[in-house]
């Protein structure tokens, strides 16, 4: 489609109008481009045209006739009007019934000939065949049939705009625009992959022809739904292509150190590094020494020790005169990052400090003139009034939660720093080749020997006393229990347990144990106190909200249990369960469900007692709710995937990424190829300026 057509508003295209644009604007449609993108979400196969001596009760059939009477019949027990169309085809009748319709008769005059299409019931009166609000096409009318004698297509509606009302208008534009889609992909990759060209692709996704796959349609998997997920997937990798392409042609940092900070660091740690970990510092180390800016992604499973690895390279940073900044994606988790650095960092003889949004000290200028080595804050850092002295390397954690423009912004707080982001989070291929497509990928493989497997046990409710004996036998071996829930506080609408009235049932039941209570309500200083009293050992039951999901290290801890467990994502739980297990002793997770589970809920139970790799459940996770849902909120600062589908589309995922990244290479801006360098730009529109912002 040219450019003009592209973004031509659905109101000038023959047949829609003012009135029929605002109908279609509630459901986006405001472009030709985004009724192109409308697809339907099922099709009905009307095409099999029978005569009405053939018909089967109870099936969706459509039938040829002549109509033979149109009459309007009132009820007027019902105060209803019954439009009531009889038609003929020489081997019997049919009676079609249309409620609260009367104005149809006009539309009805004896003799035309007429398609209905709808499910074949038996006439409670006569006995013979009836259909209620079928379908229907007057066949003599000049226009194309649309709604019957085809495979047609059905697509999602809005109040005030009807399944057929809806497919007249889709019909029009499409064959208005579909024409007119340009084609950019050479000829040697549509037919390497099978694809049809776009503009057939996308005329036939609305209305396929006579000799389509009905059940390939209603998969998702016909040439025509291949070819638009091939597009999306291309595009979007395209971009991606672009935004590595184009930092790897800027000038970076080339950190000069001898690694001296980065050793005594060693030597500070009461563990040694592990293989994988030694691997990932070294690629990392590697990167920094590049004069080309480094954007890589460090990806280990809970307790692997990413943030380890984020130190030595951040001493890297600074040993060759460069401040490094880590940026988490809440207080909790930056307040612990800062916890268990600052010490470190200290022994080292350097600054390290806390910035957040609720944090009363803002040490702005100590930043702003040097006098901070590093620093660890959440989105704050990103805010206009923060300005660093030499930024060299940002490090982001659990980058899922942050977006392709929150990176951008951080990375323009220093001159082309080098960025590390990190996700405790395991993702499968498929999901990371779209998420992190502009990043190069380190993953920690292994996990520190000190560290035992989490054994993992469903509990219901009325298994609660059993559940209690083990808490208590736990603690008195000296050990240590956070018991989490999903709410801080009861709720009138819903019933579910909460942290509050939870932390005083537990000091019922165990009154002689010190029981502590930590939520993201509580003032910083409060958390950071009730936090340092556990680590010391000064609380036993530790109850929470999923504050403690991420960065929380306390060996001694050695049970988890999750109240509502059937309540929580897969990821969250597996986040949780990572919080024990960090000690020499045998860890538990206990998972408390309560009610009636959903067959999705057990699924998810049932993979966290059978596994404990991260990798592992992240692909049960990825099958059981679909990359959709995956993160729990959509993915900031990425294009909406309208077509594709990362499990069902994964291998056209990596042909597509080839392809894309191929065309890069040869064309760095896409230059010499207008058609697509504008169809990268509008896709990725409203996220990311793809060709200027870096």
């Known amino acids: 489609m040219n450019r003009e057509l592209h973004d031509h508003p659905v109101q000038y295209v023959k047949g829609i109008g003012p009135g ?29 045209n029978l005569t009405i001596a053939d018909l089967r009760y109870e099936a969706l059939q459509c039938v040829t006739g002549k109509v033979i009477s149109a009459e309007v019949v009132s009820t007027p027990r019902k105060r209803m009007k019954i439009f009531e169309l009889v038609i003929g085809d020489g081997t019997g009748f049919l009676r079609g019934k249309w409620f609260n319709q009367p104005y149809m008769k006009k539309l009805f005059t004896p003799g035309r000939m007429v398609v209905l299409s709808g499910v074949v019931r038996r006439d409670p009166f006569s006995g013979g065949f009836e259909m209620q609000n079928p379908e229907y096409e007057v066949l003599d009318d000049g226009r194309d049939n649309i709604h019957t004698s085809r495979i047609v297509p059905v697509y999602r509606t809005t109040a005030g705009l009807g399944a057929k009302a809806l497919r007249a208008m889709m019909y029009s534009i499409v064959c208005f625009a579909a024409p007119a889609v340009e084609e950019y992909l050479p000829e040697e990759v549509l037919g390497r992959y099978g694809l049809p060209r776009l503009g057939e692709a996308c005329a036939h996704v609305h209305f396929p022809p006579d000799g389509a796959d009905i059940d390939a349609l209603n998969r998702g998997v016909s040439p025509y739904h291949r070819r638009l997920a091939f597009e999306e997937l291309f595009l979007l990798q395209a971009g991606l292509a672009v935004l ?119 040490p702005l200028d100590e930043i702003a003139s040097g006098g901070v080595h590093i620093v660890i804050g959440t989105h704050a850092l990103i805010q206009e009034d923060v300005r ?8 982001i954690d659990e980058q899922h939660r942050f977006g392709v423009m929150q990176r951008a912004m951080l990375r323009k707080k220093g001159l082309n720093p080098d960025v590390l982001v990190m996700t405790a989070t395991p993702i499968p291929r498929t999901l990371s080749l779209t998420l992190y497509g502009d990043l190069d990928y380190s993953v920690i493989d292994e996990l520190p020997p000190r560290r035992r497997a989490v054994i993992t046990r469903l509990f219901r409710e009325q298994e609660k006393a059993r559940l209690y004996g083990f808490i208590r036998d736990e603690i008195k071996k000296g050990r240590q229990a956070y018991i989490v829930y999903p709410l801080i506080e009861e709720s009138e609408k819903t019933p579910l347990r909460s942290a509050v009235p939870g932390k005083e049932a537990f000091e019922k039941v165990f009154p002689d144990l010190r029981t502590g209570l930590i939520h993201g309500r509580m003032k910083q200083d409060e958390r950071e106190a009730v936090m340092e009293s556990f680590k010391r050992g000064e609380i036993d039951i530790l109850v929470s909200t999923t504050v403690v999901e991420v960065g929380v290290d306390v060996p001694n801890a050695s049970l988890m249990l999750v109240v509502h467990a059937e309540r929580f994502g897969l990821s969250q739980l597996h986040q949780l369960r990572g ?86 290479e040869a064309d760095p801006d896409l230059s010499g190829r207008p058609v697509l360098r504008d169809r990268v730009e509008r896709f990725w529109r409203g996220k990311i300026e793809i060709f200027r912002t870096s």
């Open 388 to 395: 660093f002295h030499r930024l060299g390397l940002v490090v």
């Open 244 to 362: 590595k392409k184009g930092r790897g042609m800027e000038r970076g940092i080339s950190f000069e150190s001898s690694g001296g900070l980065a050793r005594r660091l060693d030597g500070l740690l009461p563990f040694r590094l592990t293989g994988a970990q030694q691997r990932v510092f070294s690629e990392i180390c590697g990167d920094m020494r590049s004069p080309r800016p480094m954007n890589r992604l460090l990806q280990g499973d809970v307790g692997s020790g990413k943030t380890i690895v984020a130190l030595k390279s951040m001493l890297v940073a600074v040993e060759a005169g460069y401040q490094a900044a880590l940026m988490a994606p809440t207080e909790i988790l930056a307040e612990q990052h800062h916890m268990n650095i600052r010490p470190l960092a200290e022994g080292l003889g350097l600054r390290c400090v806390l910035l957040t949004g609720g944090r009363r000290e803002r």
């Open 20 to 48: 029929k644009a605002r109908l279609l604007a509630r459901l986006g449609i405001k472009t030709v481009a985004d009724a192109l993108w409308h697809i339907p979400y099922r099709y009905e196969d009307r095409r099999l």
């Open 579 to 664: 919080r024990v297990g960090r000690g020499p002793h045998q860890s538990y997770c206990f998972l408390l469900a309560y009610g009636k589970l959903s067959d999705e809920a057990r699924r998810r139970l049932d993979v966290m007692v059978r596994h404990t790799d991260g990798f592992r459940i992240a692909e049960e996770d990825f099958m059981i709710r679909g990359p959709g849902e995956f993160f729990g909120t959509r993915q900031s600062g990425m294009p909406d995937l309208k077509v594709a589908n990362l499990i069902r589309d994964a291998r056209l995922l990596g042909a597509a990424r080839k392809e894309s990244f191929d065309a890069v």
